[in-house]
């Protein structure tokens, strides 16, 4: 078979495979569902919709006053996806952010098999140990973790490509693949470039100066708009969480969690024991992987020291084995430095996934040995019977119906509870297309600086705690707000709580105030609003 021929085919066969794991349940309805699983889709499907709409509108797409109003956010230091949202924009604009994002979901293990298989067909020359690699990287325990909804972490499909240019000493193209990694997740490629530092140093690879300078050159200019946006606003400390709670566990190396198939109902538990969430509990390479993985080290000093270090750097602060605490490791003294700060360990089992996947596909062409791959393969089938990567959004017909454009003006700034990242607002108004604008929203942990300014934001962010009604209402004036919407079932604000800000429409569910028709609240909040109308519909 043709190379060409052979490399569609086997893009194809990936790209099966992941619609048969994570497409098919989202049935003939596939914007109705989400792949994933929490509140964490919201956020991406967020991005999806604004890259394309900002750009259409002529408004600056790197900072956002659509959420968060009216300081708005910078969306360098946020997960924002924006490689992904440009890439995706045309299915974004004929089917609506939902959709676009259950494709790119489906489609980001696909291409990271892909490009996995290209680096080992380079590196074998043979078609089914490259397949083989291919599946063991694209479909690893890191990528079902990822695939729980963090579109950010499951675009790694430019590290193979990255590894391939380095063994070809590409370094211009080395450049171009991480200016655009930049534009799809920053983490990665913040980790990225950890890795292959230390790659160079492990190999005693030498490099010119002038390689590496045009190298970086290159990836400097391709992502200089990103950038420039990163450096203006640079942030010291943590914007997400903490590295050092998300540190491996050694364990996990050898037990699955309840996402994968190969652990049963006897290992259900198992993630409820490691360090760490569910979606970076990503160690785990399989019992046949690993026993190949020995077996190759052993004759090849390289891999295994190189193995060793990334094993080290997966551990992350300290030594953790079965949930226990061991020992702290090197990386406790650097997890405060610039932009370390910023890289969580448990994530650099992405590039420990790709090296097995590598050494198996060597080990599997050397010794044209299938019994092991194959096992290597199925340990790593998922689960998708329980249901992780499947969830349906939170969603009522006042949004759906179109019913907000009658009662909320284009670009009114719109307080809605629940509030912020304990809530779905942030899909409401990315499937709205923008229609209105937000006090608060959840594009990261905790909103920025400028937000958490409000005393009353702040208390919602750091306690989860329901606000008062004067702690709303000072916000409602802090932060000009237009409008308060509440979703009927968590009842705050209830109903009665509602009248303080005026007149009152129920809509399946959702109350609004001041309702269809009144006057913002911009014009002052009455202490007991005259004749409030309450209108059931």
């Not at 590894?163 to 590409?170: G, H």
């Not at 364990?251 to 290992?267: E, H, W």
């Amino acid at each position: 078979m043709p190379s060409r021929r052979a490399n569609a085919v086997a893009l194809a066969g990936y790209a099966a495979i992941s619609y048969l794991f994570f497409g098919l349940p989202l049935g003939l309805h596939p914007g109705r569902d989400l792949v994933g699983t929490g509140r964490d889709p919201q956020l991406f499907v967020w991005d999806l919709a604004w890259w394309p709409h900002a750009i259409l509108h002529g408004e600056n797409p790197f900072v956002s006053h659509a959420i968060y109003a009216p300081s708005g956010i910078n969306l360098a230091w946020v997960t924002s996806v924006p490689g992904i949202a440009i890439l995706f924009a045309p299915v974004t604009l004929l089917f609506g952010p939902d959709v676009s994002f259950n494709v790119a979901e489906i489609a980001m293990p696909a291409l990271a098999a892909w490009t996995a298989y290209l680096l080992c067909r380079h590196l074998t020359g043979r078609l089914w140990p490259s397949l083989v690699g291919g599946y063991l990287f694209g479909f690893s325990s890191y990528m079902l973790g990822a695939e729980l909804g963090h579109l950010h972490l499951t675009a790694v499909f430019l590290l193979p490509l990255i590894a391939l240019a380095v063994v070809r000493r590409r370094w211009r193209v080395v450049g171009l693949l991480f200016g655009l990694q930049l534009w799809f997740a920053t983490e990665v490629a913040a980790s990225a470039a950890i890795v292959l530092g230390l790659g160079l140093v492990v190999a005693r690879h030498r490099v010119r100066l002038r390689s590496l300078a045009e190298a970086v050159v290159v990836a400097v200019v391709v992502a200089s708009p990103l950038l420039w946006y990163v450096l203006t606003d640079f942030r010291r400390g943590s914007v997400y969480i903490t590295p050092d709670s998300t540190d491996g566990d050694l364990l996990n190396l050898l037990l699955p969690t309840r996402i994968v198939a190969a652990g049963g109902p006897s290992l259900a538990s198992t993630s409820e024991r490691f360090f760490g969430d569910l979606a970076n509990q990503g160690l785990y390479l399989g019992l046949p992987t690993l026993v190949i993985v020995a077996w190759f080290a052993a004759r090849r000093a390289l891999f295994a020291a190189s193995f060793a270090v990334l094993l080290l750097l997966t551990l992350g602060t300290a030594l953790y084995v079965d949930g226990h605490h061991v020992v702290t490791l090197p990386w406790k003294w650097l997890a405060g430095a610039p932009i370390l700060d910023n890289v969580l360990p448990a994530r650099f089992s992405v590039y420990l996934a790709l090296l097995a996947a590598v050494m198996v596909a060597l080990w599997m062409s050397s010794r044209r040995a299938y019994v092991l791959p194959a096992l290597a393969v199925a340990s790593l089938v998922p689960a998708v019977w329980n249901g992780a990567w499947h969830m349906r959004p939170e969603r009522w017909g006042f949004f759906t119906s179109g019913e907000y454009r009658h009662c909320i003006l284009r670009n009114e700034n719109v307080a809605i509870f629940p509030f912020g990242a304990w809530g779905s607002s942030t899909l409401w108004q990315a499937e709205s297309d923008f229609w209105f604008r937000m006090p608060g929203g959840y594009l990261v942990p905790r909103p920025p600086a400028a937000s958490l300014a409000d005393p009353t934001i702040r208390y919602i962010t750091f306690t989860g705690g329901d606000p008062t009604i004067p702690q709303i209402v000072e916000m409602v004036k802090r932060e000009r707000v237009d409008r308060v919407v509440s979703v009927e079932i968590y009842a705050h604000p209830n109903g009665t709580q509602m009248h303080r800000f005026g007149a009152l429409s129920v809509y399946d569910g959702i109350y609004i105030a001041p309702t269809c028709g009144y006057p913002s609240l911009r014009r002052g909040i009455h202490p007991t609003p005259p004749h409030p109308a309450t209108v059931k519909r």
